[in-house]
């Protein structure tokens, strides 16, 4: 398929979910993509815009975020991977869109957020889900997601059935703009003010790395026996050398004692008449025109990788295979953990 630049955004409002029907409650899992009856990795996401997407779901104040992700994404992993009742984390929340996708499908959730600023607007997005009739619970601490188990309480340990995050790729992004007198300014597209460089943002590839094992590892622990990580992740360019961040995020989850078991891709193009419909920002697509000018093949952006790993069902060193013929028991039931309450506040960490 083919990419072109989309010319009529649409104005309907979706809900993220709609796109996903529901699996039947005795489906278990078998080895594939679950949310698509034909098991397609490739996922529908950018049918409507990120602005689109979220009018009315949101508060307005969730556009400052510099790197939101698509609520279509979050919706569709909470779907795909778990079941009503069940428990989901993300431990870096920003806005909160995980949580919001997961109340609203009936799931409990909690996230960890760095950044005051943040963390307030994700609880305001929470409450405004439960006005809208959202039947989940969710709580944001603030928090270092690498010390995560020194902020979550202990009786969570093993509870949780999906955590769905997004590391951060640099600590600056695209952001918003509008016109000034010298012509186009950009605003809120960077994490905090630039002094406080606790977020992972600022530090480098390796760095990077090190503090998402550390994140992995404290989400490994909390996840139950089967549980699934889905972690969204593209490469970037940093001086014309292509920075390989989804392969540093599956050598992490190796790290942290989790086992990848799919790979998918989340759309950032819509699908039109057999064509990829770019919805590239401002800066992506001036970018991208003076790589062009200067003979440089470079093209839109139309999706992010989608890496999913899992936590073993049998301990390390076990006989028995943790995963026989590809399958992975981590959809069944509903857990009884929410009467811990997992709202407080702990030391810094990152967005």
């Not at 993220?16 to 679950?34: F, I, L, S, V």
């Not at 955590?163 to 600590?171: E, I, L, N, R």
């Not at 014309?240 to 950032?268: F, K, T």
Request: proline share 9%; net charge neutral.
């Amino acid at each position: 398929m083919s990419a072109v630049p989309e010319q009529h955004p649409a104005t309907a409002q979706p809900d993220p979910n709609t796109p996903h029907a529901p699996r039947p409650a005795g489906e278990g899992y078998q080895g594939k993509h679950r949310a698509d009856p034909e098991a397609l990795s490739v996922w529908a996401t950018a049918q409507f815009t990120g602005p689109v997407q979220r009018r009315g779901r949101y508060v307005p104040e969730s556009v400052k975020h510099p790197a939101r992700m698509l609520p279509a994404i979050a919706a569709h992993a909470v779907r795909a991977y778990t079941r009503p009742g069940d428990l989901v984390l993300d431990p870096m929340c920003g806005i909160g869109t995980t949580l919001v996708e997961a109340v609203h499908a009936g799931r409990d959730a909690f996230g960890i957020e760095y950044e005051p600023q943040w963390s307030n607007i994700a609880d305001a997005n929470i409450r405004h889900a439960h006005d809208q009739g959202a039947t989940g619970r969710a709580s944001v601490i603030r928090g270092d997601s690498t010390r995560l188990m020194s902020l979550v309480p202990a009786a969570l340990t093993g509870q949780v059935a999906l955590v769905v995050t997004s590391p951060p790729y640099g600590p600056t992004v695209h952001g918003l703009v509008r016109p000034g007198a010298d012509g186009v300014v950009k605003h809120d597209d960077r994490y905090n003010d630039g002094q406080d460089r606790g977020n992972l943002a600022y530090r480098d590839l390796t760095g990077l790395a090190d503090g998402f094992t550390r994140i992995l590892a404290g989400c490994a622990t909390l996840l139950r026996p089967g549980g699934v990580v889905v972690v969204t992740a593209r490469p970037w360019r940093k001086r014309g050398e292509l920075v390989d961040l989804p392969s540093a995020v599956i050598a992490a989850g190796q790290r942290a004692g989790l086992v990848p078991i799919e790979r998918c891709v989340a759309l950032l193009a819509a699908v039109r008449d057999g064509h990829l419909v770019a919805r590239p920002s401002f800066f992506q697509l001036q970018q991208v025109r003076k790589a062009r000018a200067g003979g440089v093949p470079m093209h839109l952006i139309a999706h992010e990788d989608v890496l999913i790993l899992a936590k073993p069902m049998k301990p390390p060193g076990s006989r028995e295979p943790e995963h026989p013929n590809g399958e992975l028991d981590g959809a069944s039931g509903s857990s009884e953990r929410m009467g811990t309450r997992v709202q407080g506040e702990g030391e810094g960490s990152m967005s």
